[in-house]
């Protein structure tokens, strides 16, 4: 079995692309903690599912305190939380904006500064992006400055484990087939919308599964084994200046 022996955290674990990552370690033997705020949609994985809010930092404590109970050390720490809303810059509220950066930005941040020190010699941190860092998109402003920094986070964890051989990369994907299309508090319609402007705008004009980022996800993770401080998009060519 390919991860046979391995050991795993996946926060945003439950569905979407970390759910993805999670059935593809456990089908490949590995040992996995997933986090979710809603963990009973875990019900029926090989994992343990651990409810956690990734912007509340006394869940981030409490997370390393049980890995490392359970797990000692691990191999792979994939930071997967999200929070996306489609709002103008004229309608932002200051509790849109503090959200998007708790969750994307200060709740990556002290994940990966938590259980960095329970990563094994050899291991790595992969986060997740967004293409949505390399550009501007109508209604992404705030969610696109909070993964921008996530991107530089990877860069800086990069260099400060680099001395511990623990290899830090982060995946950009695009428009991925989810049910919520990482969006929150989006009507159905408006949603459509988003979905049909997705499949037009990108190159490959279709969107990507979840596989698709779950399998970029683990090549960074376990077979790019000399390559560190990469960002890796997952978009059908959305963000790389490609015409179609």
């Not at 949609?41 to 343990?48: D, T």
């Not at 930092?57 to 109970?69: G, N, P």
């Not at 994939?78 to 709002?87: C, Q």
Request: glycine share 12%; no cysteine.
């Amino acid at each position: 079995m390919k991860y046979l022996g391995k050991k795993a955290v996946v926060t945003g674990g439950t569905h979407g692309m970390g759910r993805a990552v999670v059935d593809k370690l456990v089908e490949g033997g590995a040992e996995v903690v997933l986090t979710g705020r809603k963990i009973e949609l875990a019900e029926g994985i090989k994992a343990h599912a651990i409810r956690s809010d990734a912007a509340n930092l006394d869940d981030i404590t409490k997370l390393k305190d049980e890995v490392a109970q359970r797990f000692q050390e691990i191999d792979l720490l994939f930071i997967n939380v999200g929070h996306a809303t489609l709002h103008e810059i004229h309608e932002v509220t200051p509790d849109d904006y503090d959200r998007t950066f708790d969750v994307n930005t200060r709740g990556a941040f002290f994940t990966a500064q938590q259980l960095a020190p329970l990563i094994k010699e050899g291991g790595s941190i992969v986060f997740t992006t967004s293409i949505a860092q390399t550009g501007g998109a109508t209604g992404m402003s705030v969610y696109s400055g909070a993964k921008a920094a996530v991107r530089s986070f990877g860069r800086s964890f990069a260099a400060e484990l680099a001395p511990r051989n623990v290899r830090v990369n982060v995946v950009s994907p695009g428009f991925i087939d989810t049910p919520s299309m990482g969006v929150t508090g989006v009507p159905q319609d408006v949603l459509e919308a988003f979905k049909r402007e997705g499949d037009e705008i990108t190159p490959l004009k279709r969107h990507g599964k979840a596989d698709e980022v779950a399998d970029a996800v683990l090549f960074l993770a376990f077979e790019a084994t000399f390559t560190t401080g990469a960002d890796l998009p997952v978009d059908g060519g959305l963000g790389q200046g490609i015409s179609a």
